[in-house]
Protein backbone atom coordinates (compact mmCIF):
# COMPACT_ATOMS: atom_id res chain seq x y z
CA UNK A 1 0.00 0.00 0.00
CA UNK A 2 2.83 1.91 0.48
CA UNK A 3 3.68 1.66 -3.56
CA UNK A 4 0.02 2.02 -4.64
CA UNK A 5 0.61 5.99 -5.46
CA UNK A 6 3.73 6.80 -7.78
CA UNK A 7 4.52 9.86 -5.90
CA UNK A 8 5.79 7.57 -3.10
CA UNK A 9 7.29 5.22 -5.52
CA UNK A 10 9.28 7.76 -7.76
CA UNK A 11 10.02 9.30 -3.73
CA UNK A 12 11.85 5.52 -3.07
CA UNK A 13 13.23 5.50 -6.16
CA UNK A 14 14.90 8.91 -5.75
CA UNK A 15 15.90 8.65 -1.83
CA UNK A 16 17.31 5.11 -2.72
CA UNK A 17 19.85 6.87 -5.24
CA UNK A 18 20.32 9.69 -3.32
CA UNK A 19 21.33 7.98 0.15
CA UNK A 20 23.88 5.74 -1.64
CA UNK A 21 25.52 8.69 -3.28
CA UNK A 22 25.45 10.69 0.17
CA UNK A 23 26.37 7.97 2.15
CA UNK A 24 29.40 7.01 0.21
CA UNK A 25 30.71 10.32 -0.35
CA UNK A 26 30.34 11.16 3.78
CA UNK A 27 33.39 9.09 4.44
CA UNK A 28 35.49 10.91 2.48
CA UNK A 29 33.91 14.29 3.76
CA UNK A 30 34.34 13.13 7.11
CA UNK A 31 37.55 11.39 6.14
CA UNK A 32 38.97 14.95 5.29
CA UNK A 33 37.15 17.26 7.70
CA UNK A 34 35.40 19.04 5.22
CA UNK A 35 31.77 19.26 6.49
CA UNK A 36 31.57 22.49 6.68
CA UNK A 37 32.81 22.82 3.31
CA UNK A 38 29.81 20.16 2.64
CA UNK A 39 26.91 22.67 4.61
CA UNK A 40 28.56 26.06 2.82
CA UNK A 41 28.50 23.95 -0.89
CA UNK A 42 24.44 23.46 -0.26
CA UNK A 43 23.57 27.41 1.12
CA UNK A 44 25.93 28.44 -1.70
CA UNK A 45 23.80 25.80 -4.03
CA UNK A 46 20.43 27.95 -2.77
CA UNK A 47 21.32 31.05 -3.88
CA UNK A 48 21.76 29.81 -7.14
CA UNK A 49 18.44 27.30 -7.05
CA UNK A 50 16.79 30.72 -6.55
CA UNK A 51 18.64 32.72 -8.91
CA UNK A 52 17.50 30.33 -11.65
CA UNK A 53 13.85 30.17 -10.64
CA UNK A 54 13.73 33.97 -10.55
CA UNK A 55 15.53 33.72 -14.29
CA UNK A 56 12.79 30.96 -15.18
CA UNK A 57 15.34 28.19 -15.38
CA UNK A 58 14.85 24.82 -13.48
CA UNK A 59 16.21 25.01 -9.90
CA UNK A 60 18.67 22.17 -10.28
CA UNK A 61 20.78 24.18 -13.31
CA UNK A 62 21.16 27.05 -10.80
CA UNK A 63 21.74 24.67 -7.53
CA UNK A 64 24.51 22.49 -9.94
CA UNK A 65 26.38 25.71 -11.32
CA UNK A 66 26.79 27.58 -7.65
CA UNK A 67 27.52 23.98 -6.15
CA UNK A 68 30.18 23.53 -8.78
CA UNK A 69 31.67 26.93 -9.08
CA UNK A 70 32.05 27.41 -5.00
CA UNK A 71 33.43 23.91 -4.88
CA UNK A 72 36.25 24.24 -7.36
CA UNK A 73 36.82 27.46 -5.42
CA UNK A 74 37.33 25.73 -1.76
CA UNK A 75 39.38 23.02 -3.89
CA UNK A 76 41.84 24.83 -5.28
CA UNK A 77 42.27 26.92 -2.01
CA UNK A 78 42.50 23.84 0.15
CA UNK A 79 44.70 23.49 2.64
CA UNK A 80 45.00 27.63 2.86
CA UNK A 81 41.15 27.22 3.51
CA UNK A 82 41.48 25.22 6.72
CA UNK A 83 40.91 27.12 9.76
CA UNK A 84 38.91 29.60 7.41
CA UNK A 85 35.81 28.29 9.01
CA UNK A 86 34.95 32.61 9.69
CA UNK A 87 35.49 33.53 6.28
CA UNK A 88 33.43 30.24 4.62
CA UNK A 89 30.62 31.31 7.33
CA UNK A 90 30.10 35.10 6.66
CA UNK A 91 30.61 34.04 2.37
CA UNK A 92 27.74 31.28 3.02
CA UNK A 93 25.12 33.97 5.21
CA UNK A 94 25.84 36.87 2.52
CA UNK A 95 24.92 33.87 0.02
CA UNK A 96 21.61 32.46 1.85
CA UNK A 97 21.01 36.40 2.31
CA UNK A 98 21.39 36.30 -1.70
CA UNK A 99 18.72 33.99 -2.36
CA UNK A 100 16.27 35.52 -0.05
CA UNK A 101 16.48 38.57 -2.18
CA UNK A 102 15.42 35.84 -5.46
CA UNK A 103 12.68 34.33 -3.64
CA UNK A 104 11.02 37.86 -3.58
CA UNK A 105 11.99 38.80 -6.58
CA UNK A 106 10.38 35.54 -7.66
CA UNK A 107 6.36 36.61 -7.60
CA UNK A 108 5.64 32.69 -7.72
CA UNK A 109 4.99 30.31 -4.88
CA UNK A 110 6.98 30.59 -1.60
CA UNK A 111 6.49 26.54 -2.07
CA UNK A 112 9.53 26.87 -4.44
CA UNK A 113 11.80 28.19 -1.75
CA UNK A 114 10.19 25.69 1.16
CA UNK A 115 11.27 22.73 -1.73
CA UNK A 116 14.91 23.63 -2.12
CA UNK A 117 15.13 24.66 1.96
CA UNK A 118 13.59 21.46 3.38
CA UNK A 119 13.18 19.12 0.81
CA UNK A 120 10.37 18.24 -1.50
CA UNK A 121 11.39 14.11 -2.54
CA UNK A 122 6.99 13.71 -2.46
CA UNK A 123 6.74 16.26 -5.30
CA UNK A 124 9.23 13.99 -7.97
CA UNK A 125 8.43 12.98 -11.07
CA UNK A 126 9.50 9.80 -13.38
CA UNK A 127 11.83 12.47 -15.27
CA UNK A 128 13.44 13.60 -12.02
CA UNK A 129 13.84 9.73 -11.35
CA UNK A 130 15.81 9.28 -14.14
CA UNK A 131 18.07 12.90 -14.04
CA UNK A 132 18.86 11.62 -10.64
CA UNK A 133 19.71 7.95 -11.34
CA UNK A 134 21.85 9.29 -14.66
CA UNK A 135 24.02 11.92 -12.07
CA UNK A 136 23.94 8.73 -9.22
CA UNK A 137 25.49 6.37 -11.57
CA UNK A 138 28.47 9.64 -12.32
CA UNK A 139 29.00 10.33 -9.17
CA UNK A 140 29.47 6.73 -7.78
CA UNK A 141 31.84 6.50 -11.14
CA UNK A 142 33.59 9.19 -10.55
CA UNK A 143 34.34 7.98 -6.42
CA UNK A 144 35.46 4.89 -7.91
CA UNK A 145 37.80 6.12 -10.12
CA UNK A 146 39.47 8.74 -7.79
CA UNK A 147 39.21 6.00 -4.70
CA UNK A 148 43.34 5.39 -3.85
CA UNK A 149 44.45 8.54 -4.78
CA UNK A 150 41.89 10.69 -2.87
CA UNK A 151 41.88 8.18 0.35
CA UNK A 152 45.88 8.93 -0.02
CA UNK A 153 45.93 12.64 -0.44
CA UNK A 154 43.36 12.90 2.30
CA UNK A 155 46.09 10.63 4.79
CA UNK A 156 48.74 13.02 3.91
CA UNK A 157 48.45 15.51 1.43
CA UNK A 158 52.27 15.87 1.52
CA UNK A 159 53.50 12.47 0.88
CA UNK A 160 50.44 11.51 -1.89
CA UNK A 161 52.06 14.18 -3.48
CA UNK A 162 55.61 12.83 -3.17
CA UNK A 163 54.22 9.64 -4.95
CA UNK A 164 52.95 11.11 -8.06
CA UNK A 165 49.07 12.10 -6.91
CA UNK A 166 47.84 15.67 -8.07
CA UNK A 167 46.74 16.94 -5.00
CA UNK A 168 45.28 20.08 -6.16
CA UNK A 169 43.90 18.57 -9.11
CA UNK A 170 41.81 15.68 -6.72
CA UNK A 171 40.79 18.19 -4.46
CA UNK A 172 38.89 20.36 -7.43
CA UNK A 173 38.14 16.90 -8.47
CA UNK A 174 36.88 15.78 -5.36
CA UNK A 175 34.61 18.79 -4.28
CA UNK A 176 33.03 19.01 -8.16
CA UNK A 177 32.27 15.51 -7.20
CA UNK A 178 30.54 16.54 -3.53
CA UNK A 179 28.74 19.34 -5.67
CA UNK A 180 26.79 17.09 -7.93
CA UNK A 181 26.60 15.14 -4.57
CA UNK A 182 24.84 18.07 -2.85
CA UNK A 183 22.31 19.38 -5.90
CA UNK A 184 21.31 15.35 -5.42
CA UNK A 185 20.82 15.85 -1.65
CA UNK A 186 19.10 18.83 -1.58
CA UNK A 187 16.12 17.41 -3.44
CA UNK A 188 15.56 14.73 -0.48
CA UNK A 189 16.15 16.56 2.10
CA UNK A 190 16.92 20.37 1.16
CA UNK A 191 19.61 23.04 1.50
CA UNK A 192 19.28 22.67 5.89
CA UNK A 193 18.98 19.40 6.16
CA UNK A 194 21.85 18.41 4.26
CA UNK A 195 23.88 16.88 6.76
CA UNK A 196 21.39 14.63 7.80
CA UNK A 197 22.57 12.85 4.76
CA UNK A 198 26.08 13.39 3.79
CA UNK A 199 27.62 13.97 7.14
CA UNK A 200 25.50 11.75 9.51
CA UNK A 201 25.59 8.46 8.07
CA UNK A 202 29.30 8.58 8.21
CA UNK A 203 30.59 10.01 10.92
CA UNK A 204 28.16 7.15 12.36
CA UNK A 205 30.22 4.57 10.35
CA UNK A 206 33.63 5.40 11.64
CA UNK A 207 32.55 5.09 14.92
CA UNK A 208 32.14 1.57 14.22
CA UNK A 209 34.99 0.98 11.92
CA UNK A 210 38.06 2.15 10.59
CA UNK A 211 38.73 0.21 7.55
CA UNK A 212 36.91 2.33 4.62
CA UNK A 213 35.83 0.05 2.77
CA UNK A 214 33.75 -1.05 5.47
CA UNK A 215 32.98 2.34 6.88
CA UNK A 216 31.90 3.22 3.39
CA UNK A 217 29.29 0.29 3.46
CA UNK A 218 27.75 0.89 6.46
CA UNK A 219 27.20 5.05 6.21
CA UNK A 220 25.10 3.58 2.40
CA UNK A 221 23.10 1.41 4.74
CA UNK A 222 22.66 3.53 7.51
CA UNK A 223 21.28 6.52 4.89
CA UNK A 224 19.49 3.85 3.22
CA UNK A 225 17.46 2.69 6.06
CA UNK A 226 16.98 6.98 7.34
CA UNK A 227 15.88 7.43 4.35
CA UNK A 228 13.31 4.71 3.81
CA UNK A 229 12.15 4.51 7.26
CA UNK A 230 11.47 8.03 6.95
CA UNK A 231 9.46 7.87 3.91
CA UNK A 232 7.31 5.01 4.95
CA UNK A 233 6.60 6.59 8.59
CA UNK A 234 5.84 9.94 6.83
CA UNK A 235 3.47 8.39 4.22
CA UNK A 236 1.39 7.83 7.46
CA UNK A 237 1.62 10.88 9.24
CA UNK A 238 1.05 14.43 8.41
CA UNK A 239 4.28 15.44 9.39
CA UNK A 240 6.75 16.21 6.31
CA UNK A 241 9.71 13.79 5.43
CA UNK A 242 12.22 15.82 6.05
CA UNK A 243 11.87 15.82 9.82
CA UNK A 244 11.50 11.48 10.38
CA UNK A 245 15.11 11.76 7.96
CA UNK A 246 17.00 14.06 9.92
CA UNK A 247 15.71 12.89 13.21
CA UNK A 248 16.09 9.25 12.71
CA UNK A 249 19.75 10.30 11.49
CA UNK A 250 20.22 12.80 15.54
CA UNK A 251 19.00 9.49 17.23
CA UNK A 252 20.99 7.35 15.92
CA UNK A 253 24.55 9.33 15.97
CA UNK A 254 23.55 10.32 19.50
CA UNK A 255 22.66 6.71 20.52
CA UNK A 256 25.91 5.70 19.04
CA UNK A 257 27.73 8.09 21.37
CA UNK A 258 25.92 7.35 24.62
CA UNK A 259 26.40 3.48 23.97
CA UNK A 260 30.08 3.88 23.62
CA UNK A 261 31.16 3.23 27.17
CA UNK A 262 28.43 0.74 27.45
CA UNK A 263 30.17 -0.83 24.17
CA UNK A 264 33.96 -0.59 25.30
CA UNK A 265 33.18 -2.07 29.47
CA UNK A 266 31.50 -5.02 26.98
CA UNK A 267 34.46 -5.28 24.37
CA UNK B 1 81.34 2.64 -3.43
CA UNK B 2 78.70 4.67 -6.26
CA UNK B 3 76.98 7.86 -5.44
CA UNK B 4 73.09 7.70 -4.28
CA UNK B 5 72.56 11.13 -4.76
CA UNK B 6 75.16 13.99 -6.69
CA UNK B 7 74.71 17.67 -6.64
CA UNK B 8 76.71 19.80 -8.72
CA UNK B 9 76.61 23.53 -7.67
CA UNK B 10 73.31 23.25 -7.13
CA UNK B 11 70.50 26.20 -6.37
CA UNK B 12 67.39 26.10 -4.42
CA UNK B 13 64.64 29.16 -4.58
CA UNK B 14 61.50 28.80 -3.27
CA UNK B 15 58.35 31.38 -3.93
CA UNK B 16 61.33 33.56 -5.93
CA UNK B 17 63.97 33.88 -3.43
CA UNK B 18 66.92 32.07 -3.31
CA UNK B 19 67.03 29.57 -0.29
CA UNK B 20 70.97 28.07 -0.72
CA UNK B 21 73.42 28.10 -3.92
CA UNK B 22 76.20 26.29 -4.75
CA UNK B 23 76.19 22.81 -3.36
CA UNK B 24 78.39 20.21 -4.44
CA UNK B 25 77.87 17.05 -2.57
CA UNK B 26 77.91 13.51 -2.76
CA UNK B 27 75.38 10.33 -1.09
CA UNK B 28 77.46 7.63 -1.01
CA UNK B 29 74.91 4.78 -1.70
CA UNK B 30 74.36 2.73 1.64
CA UNK B 31 75.17 5.78 3.76
CA UNK B 32 73.61 7.12 6.58
CA UNK B 33 73.38 10.97 6.83
CA UNK B 34 71.80 13.63 9.24
CA UNK B 35 70.79 16.92 7.84
CA UNK B 36 71.21 19.95 10.08
CA UNK B 37 70.76 23.61 10.02
CA UNK B 38 68.66 26.15 11.94
CA UNK B 39 65.27 26.25 11.08
CA UNK B 40 64.05 27.94 8.01
CA UNK B 41 67.48 27.24 6.63
CA UNK B 42 65.89 25.47 3.26
CA UNK B 43 66.73 21.44 4.57
CA UNK B 44 63.16 20.26 3.65
CA UNK B 45 63.90 22.46 0.05
CA UNK B 46 66.60 20.12 -0.61
CA UNK B 47 64.36 16.69 0.42
CA UNK B 48 61.44 18.24 -2.22
CA UNK B 49 64.12 18.42 -5.10
CA UNK B 50 65.28 15.19 -4.40
CA UNK B 51 61.59 13.75 -4.46
CA UNK B 52 61.27 15.89 -7.85
CA UNK B 53 58.87 18.23 -6.22
CA UNK B 54 60.86 21.34 -7.11
CA UNK B 55 63.02 21.87 -10.27
CA UNK B 56 66.63 23.00 -9.11
CA UNK B 57 67.05 26.70 -9.77
CA UNK B 58 70.25 26.45 -11.06
CA UNK B 59 73.21 23.59 -11.05
CA UNK B 60 72.39 19.72 -11.29
CA UNK B 61 71.13 17.08 -9.09
CA UNK B 62 70.88 13.08 -9.84
CA UNK B 63 69.12 10.77 -8.18
CA UNK B 64 70.79 7.31 -8.46
CA UNK B 65 72.41 8.78 -11.88
CA UNK B 66 69.16 10.20 -13.29
CA UNK B 67 67.17 13.54 -12.75
CA UNK B 68 65.09 13.23 -9.83
CA UNK B 69 61.31 12.60 -10.61
CA UNK B 70 57.77 12.37 -8.61
CA UNK B 71 56.72 9.55 -7.30
CA UNK B 72 60.36 7.46 -8.07
CA UNK B 73 59.76 3.87 -6.52
CA UNK B 74 63.15 3.90 -5.04
CA UNK B 75 62.33 6.83 -2.84
CA UNK B 76 60.60 6.11 0.63
CA UNK B 77 59.60 9.53 1.98
CA UNK B 78 58.29 9.94 5.12
CA UNK B 79 57.14 13.93 5.60
CA UNK B 80 57.45 16.16 8.45
CA UNK B 81 53.89 16.44 9.92
CA UNK B 82 52.43 16.64 13.18
CA UNK B 83 50.60 13.38 15.01
CA UNK B 84 47.90 12.57 12.68
CA UNK B 85 44.42 13.88 13.39
CA UNK B 86 43.00 12.33 16.31
CA UNK B 87 39.74 11.82 14.33
CA UNK B 88 41.22 9.90 11.63
CA UNK B 89 39.04 7.31 10.55
CA UNK B 90 41.85 5.04 8.73
CA UNK B 91 43.29 1.86 10.03
CA UNK B 92 47.55 1.83 10.11
CA UNK B 93 47.84 -1.01 7.87
CA UNK B 94 45.52 1.22 5.52
CA UNK B 95 48.09 3.76 5.23
CA UNK B 96 50.90 1.95 4.56
CA UNK B 97 48.64 -0.51 2.15
CA UNK B 98 48.36 3.09 0.33
CA UNK B 99 52.38 3.19 0.08
CA UNK B 100 51.89 0.27 -2.03
CA UNK B 101 49.98 1.61 -5.22
CA UNK B 102 47.95 4.46 -3.36
CA UNK B 103 48.77 7.17 -6.17
CA UNK B 104 47.17 4.61 -8.90
CA UNK B 105 43.45 5.55 -10.39
CA UNK B 106 40.46 3.00 -9.35
CA UNK B 107 40.04 0.63 -6.49
CA UNK B 108 42.32 -2.23 -6.02
CA UNK B 109 40.37 -5.36 -7.01
CA UNK B 110 42.06 -8.73 -5.70
CA UNK B 111 45.70 -7.85 -4.92
CA UNK B 112 46.87 -10.32 -2.36
CA UNK B 113 50.54 -10.00 -3.60
CA UNK B 114 50.12 -5.78 -2.21
CA UNK B 115 48.11 -6.73 0.76
CA UNK B 116 51.17 -9.21 1.79
CA UNK B 117 53.63 -6.37 1.15
CA UNK B 118 52.05 -4.25 3.38
CA UNK B 119 51.50 -6.51 6.19
CA UNK B 120 55.44 -7.40 5.60
CA UNK B 121 56.80 -3.97 6.07
CA UNK B 122 54.37 -3.85 8.99
CA UNK B 123 55.90 -6.71 10.55
CA UNK B 124 59.51 -5.45 9.56
CA UNK B 125 59.18 -2.45 11.68
CA UNK B 126 57.32 -4.02 14.32
CA UNK B 127 54.54 -2.65 14.19
CA UNK B 128 51.26 -5.52 13.90
CA UNK B 129 50.21 -5.79 17.35
CA UNK B 130 48.91 -2.03 16.45
CA UNK B 131 47.88 -1.90 12.81
CA UNK B 132 44.47 -2.35 12.78
CA UNK B 133 43.22 0.19 14.95
CA UNK B 134 42.78 3.55 13.97
CA UNK B 135 45.78 5.54 12.72
CA UNK B 136 44.51 9.11 14.85
CA UNK B 137 44.40 6.68 18.12
CA UNK B 138 47.74 5.92 18.01
CA UNK B 139 50.89 7.26 20.19
CA UNK B 140 53.47 9.03 18.32
CA UNK B 141 55.97 6.19 18.58
CA UNK B 142 53.82 3.82 17.00
CA UNK B 143 52.50 6.75 14.02
CA UNK B 144 56.06 6.93 13.19
CA UNK B 145 56.82 3.54 12.83
CA UNK B 146 53.94 2.84 10.46
CA UNK B 147 55.11 6.12 8.49
CA UNK B 148 58.67 3.87 8.17
CA UNK B 149 56.45 0.77 6.96
CA UNK B 150 55.19 3.24 4.79
CA UNK B 151 58.23 4.26 3.14
CA UNK B 152 60.08 0.97 3.19
CA UNK B 153 56.74 -0.68 1.31
CA UNK B 154 57.95 -0.62 -2.74
CA UNK B 155 61.35 -1.54 -1.48
CA UNK B 156 62.58 1.64 -1.87
CA UNK B 157 67.05 2.48 -1.85
CA UNK B 158 66.78 5.90 -0.77
CA UNK B 159 64.58 6.69 2.48
CA UNK B 160 64.13 10.73 2.79
CA UNK B 161 63.16 11.39 6.56
CA UNK B 162 61.81 15.08 7.50
CA UNK B 163 61.91 15.01 11.10
CA UNK B 164 60.81 11.94 12.00
CA UNK B 165 62.20 12.64 15.43
CA UNK B 166 60.45 16.10 16.47
CA UNK B 167 57.54 14.66 18.02
CA UNK B 168 58.33 12.22 19.93
CA UNK B 169 60.31 12.02 23.59
CA UNK B 170 63.78 10.64 24.28
CA UNK B 171 62.77 7.09 24.79
CA UNK B 172 61.12 6.73 21.16
CA UNK B 173 64.00 8.59 19.36
CA UNK B 174 66.16 5.96 20.60
CA UNK B 175 64.16 3.43 18.98
CA UNK B 176 63.12 5.08 16.01
CA UNK B 177 66.67 6.31 14.70
CA UNK B 178 68.02 2.38 16.17
CA UNK B 179 64.76 0.81 13.79
CA UNK B 180 66.21 2.96 11.02
CA UNK B 181 69.29 2.44 11.30
CA UNK B 182 69.05 -1.65 11.60
CA UNK B 183 66.65 -1.92 8.69
CA UNK B 184 68.77 0.31 6.42
CA UNK B 185 71.66 -1.69 7.24
CA UNK B 186 69.55 -4.76 6.22
CA UNK B 187 68.75 -3.83 3.09
CA UNK B 188 71.81 -1.63 2.29
CA UNK B 189 69.57 1.75 1.92
CA UNK B 190 71.07 5.22 1.62
CA UNK B 191 69.47 7.33 4.79
CA UNK B 192 68.94 10.63 4.61
CA UNK B 193 67.22 12.33 7.78
CA UNK B 194 66.96 16.07 9.51
CA UNK B 195 67.15 16.58 12.60
CA UNK B 196 66.80 19.33 15.37
CA UNK B 197 68.52 17.21 18.04
CA UNK B 198 71.52 15.33 17.01
CA UNK B 199 71.87 13.28 19.87
CA UNK B 200 69.97 10.73 19.22
CA UNK B 201 71.70 10.08 15.78
CA UNK B 202 75.08 10.51 16.76
CA UNK B 203 76.05 6.80 17.49
CA UNK B 204 74.89 5.78 13.52
CA UNK B 205 75.22 8.34 11.17
CA UNK B 206 78.12 8.17 8.77
CA UNK B 207 78.28 11.73 7.12
CA UNK B 208 76.49 15.11 8.17
CA UNK B 209 75.36 17.22 5.55
CA UNK B 210 74.26 21.20 6.77
CA UNK B 211 72.30 23.46 5.38
CA UNK B 212 72.81 26.97 6.90
CA UNK B 213 73.43 30.97 5.65
CA UNK B 214 72.26 30.24 1.93
CA UNK B 215 74.91 26.68 1.86
CA UNK B 216 74.91 23.32 1.83
CA UNK B 217 78.27 21.62 2.70
CA UNK B 218 79.10 17.84 3.84
CA UNK B 219 81.79 16.34 6.36
CA UNK B 220 81.87 13.38 8.48
CA UNK B 221 80.47 13.62 12.54
CA UNK B 222 83.96 14.15 13.84
CA UNK B 223 84.44 17.07 11.41
CA UNK B 224 81.07 19.08 11.67
CA UNK B 225 80.17 17.49 15.52
CA UNK B 226 82.06 20.31 17.41
CA UNK B 227 82.00 23.62 19.52
CA UNK B 228 83.06 25.68 16.93
CA UNK B 229 81.46 24.62 13.45
CA UNK B 230 78.02 23.67 15.09
CA UNK B 231 77.29 27.06 16.70
CA UNK B 232 78.90 28.65 13.75
CA UNK B 233 76.34 27.04 11.43
CA UNK B 234 73.57 27.79 14.08
CA UNK B 235 74.84 31.42 14.74
CA UNK B 236 74.49 30.33 18.17
CA UNK B 237 76.27 29.22 21.45
CA UNK B 238 76.70 25.33 21.14
CA UNK B 239 78.92 23.29 22.92
CA UNK B 240 80.04 19.99 22.40
CA UNK B 241 80.81 17.64 25.27
CA UNK B 242 82.72 14.34 25.88
CA UNK B 243 82.05 12.45 29.26
CA UNK B 244 84.99 10.23 30.01
CA UNK B 245 83.38 7.22 27.68
CA UNK B 246 83.99 8.78 24.95
CA UNK B 247 80.18 9.47 24.17
CA UNK B 248 79.51 13.03 22.31
CA UNK B 249 76.51 15.14 23.63
CA UNK B 250 75.67 18.24 22.01
CA UNK B 251 73.93 21.17 24.08
CA UNK B 252 72.45 24.74 22.99
CA UNK B 253 69.87 23.13 20.43
CA UNK B 254 67.49 22.41 23.30
CA UNK B 255 65.85 25.70 22.14
CA UNK B 256 65.34 24.10 17.96
CA UNK B 257 64.45 21.11 19.12
CA UNK B 258 61.36 21.50 21.36
CA UNK B 259 60.00 24.48 18.53
CA UNK B 260 59.95 22.28 15.30
CA UNK B 261 58.69 24.42 12.71
CA UNK B 262 55.78 23.99 11.46
Known amino acids: ?267 | MTAAIAADNLAAAYSGRQVWAGASFTIEDGSFTAVLGPNGSGKTTLIRMILGLLPPEAGRLEVFGRQPRRGDPKIGYIPQRPAFDIELSIRGRDFVDLGVDGWRWGVRLGGRAQAAAALASIDAVGASEYADRPLGRLSGGEQQRLLLAQALVGDPRLLLMDEPLSYLDVRNQLAIVQLIRDVARRRNLTVLLIAHDVNPLLAHIDQVLYVAAGKVATGTPNEIITTERLSAIYSAPVEVIRDSHGRVFVAGLEEETSHPHA
Not at chain 1, 62 to 91: C, E, K, P, W, Y
Not at chain 1, 144 to 165: N, Q, T
Open chain 1, 1 to 267: MLFHYDFMVHAFEAGTVVAVVAGAIGYFVVLRGSAFAAHALSHIGFAGAAGAVVAGLSPVVGLLAFTLGSGAAIGVLGNRLRGRDVTIGIVLAWTLGLGVLFISLYRGYATEAYALLFGEILGISQADVLVTLIAGLVTIAALVIVYRPLLFSSVDEDLASAKGVPVTALSVGFMAILAVAVTEAVQVVGVLLLFALIVTPAAIAVRFTSHPPYAIGIGVALALVFTWLGLSIAYFSPHPVSFFITSLAFVTYVGVRLSEPLRRLLV
